[in-house]
C-alpha cells in the first residue's frame, strides 16, 4: 500500500452571493489583504501565496472546497495512488478551476456532505507586499489553520479521515453547548494541533447545521491582532459566537465570528503544536476561560436549527 504523504490545509473556496459583503467582512473586519478579481471573485491572501480564501460567486452560501497540499508534485502522485487504493474516485480538475486556486493542478473527490476535498502541490507565489491590519498569519509547516466538521457519523468520519489523509487524533472534548451535549475529535497532519476536528450530539445524533463546515479557523501572529480584530467585527455589527477565551487542549486564544455566509471564522493566537511525546488527553469544556456567547439567536433562528435537527435524524449524512 502506497505511505500517505504529510497533508496540510492550503486553501478554502467560498460560495456566495454577498461577494461585497465579503469583501468587507475579511478586509475591515478580519483584516485579511484581499483582491476583487472581478465583480464575482474575491481572492484572499495572508502570506506568499497568491490565492488562500476565494470567494466566487453562487448561490451555497457555504464552503464547497477545501484544498489539501502535499509537499511536492511526488507527494501528490503518492497521494493519488492511496487514495486510489482506498477506492475513492478522483476528478481531475479543469485548468480554469486549478487557476481560480492558484495551483498548477488538482484531483478531487466529494468528501463529507458533498464538500470537495481537493489535492494539490506547488501553489503559486508572489513577492507583491500584503496589505491588511494584521502583523501576519502563522501558515508554513502546519498549514492554513484548521476546519470543523459537524456529522450525525463521527466514528466513520473520523476513521475515514484517518484512512484516507493520514490524520491522527490529538484529544478530545466533551461540553454542554446551547443545550446540547457534544464531543469533539482534533485530529493533526502536520505539526499544528489540528488541521480537522469533528463535532457531533452525545446520544440521539443530530445536526442542525444548514453548511458543510462549522467553522474554520486563521492564526494571526500577535495577540494584539486578534483582539483587534474582535473590536472591529463587533463595531461593524457582525455577531460574535464566541467571546475571546482560551482553549483547554491547544491552548490557543481565539474569538469566533459568524460570517456573511452563515458559518464561524475563528481567529486565534500561538495554539500549542503536536510534538514526538504528544499524548492523547480527553477534556471536559471547550474552554479554559472566556469564549461566552454574545449574541442570542432569534426565534426564527432557533426554530429552523430544530427543523433542520428533526430532518437530519431521517437523512443520509
Not at 262 to 284: A, N, S, T
Request: net charge negative.
Amino acid at each position: 500500500m502506497t505511505e500517505v504523504p504529510s497533508l496540510k490545509l492550503g486553501y478554502v473556496v467560498i460560495e456566495s452571493e454577498k461577494i461585497d459583503e465579503w469583501y468587507r467582512f475579511a478586509a475591515d473586519g478580519l483584516g485579511l489583504h484581499v483582491n476583487k478579481l472581478s465583480p464575482d471573485l474575491l481572492a484572499m491572501r495572508v502570506d506568499d501565496r497568491e490565492r488562500r480564501l476565494l470567494v466566487q460567486r453562487g448561490p451555497a452560501e457555504d464552503v464547497v472546497a477545501i484544498g489539501w497540499e502535499t509537499d511536492k508534485f511526488e507527494g501528490l502522485e503518492a497521494m493519488r495512488s492511496h487514495l486510489v487504493e482506498n477506492s475513492v474516485e478522483l476528478t481531475a480538475g479543469s485548468l480554469q478551476a486549478a487557476a481560480i486556486r492558484g495551483v498548477e493542478s488538482f484531483v478531487s473527490f466529494p468528501a463529507h456532505k458533498g464538500l470537495a476535498f481537493e489535492f494539490f502541490s506547488n501553489a503559486m507565489r508572489t513577492n507583491q507586499p500584503l496589505f491588511s491590519k494584521t502583523g501576519g498569519f502563522v501558515t508554513g509547516a502546519g498549514g492554513l489553520g484548521h476546519v470543523v466538521l459537524f456529522t450525525r457519523t463521527p466514528e466513520l468520519l473520523v476513521d475515514d479521515m484517518k484512512r484516507l489523509l493520514g490524520a491522527r487524533l490529538s484529544d478530545t472534548i466533551t461540553d454542554k453547548l446551547q443545550g446540547l451535549e457534544m464531543r469533539f475529535w482534533f485530529l493533526h497532519l502536520n505539526e499544528r494541533h489540528h488541521s480537522l476536528a469533528v463535532a457531533a450530539t452525545e446520544g440521539l445524533r443530530v445536526d442542525p447545521l444548514r453548511t458543510r463546515i462549522q467553522h474554520m479557523m486563521l492564526e494571526a501572529v500577535n495577540l494584539n491582532d486578534v483582539s483587534d480584530a474582535y473590536e472591529r467585527c463587533k463595531q461593524m455589527g457582525y455577531r460574535i459566537a464566541m467571546g475571546m477565551g482560551q482553549h483547554p487542549n491547544d491552548l490557543g486564544v481565539s474569538f469566533y465570528v459568524v460570517s456573511p455566509s452563515g458559518f464561524e471564522v475563528e481567529l486565534g493566537y500561538e495554539p500549542r503544536k503536536i510534538g514526538d511525546d504528544w499524548q492523547v488527553k480527553e477534556y471536559r469544556g471547550i474552554s479554559k476561560w472566556g469564549h461566552k456567547p454574545e449574541y442570542k439567536p432569534r426565534l426564527a433562528e432557533k426554530l429552523e436549527a430544530a427543523w433542520r435537527a428533526l430532518k437530519s435524524i431521517f437523512e443520509k449524512d
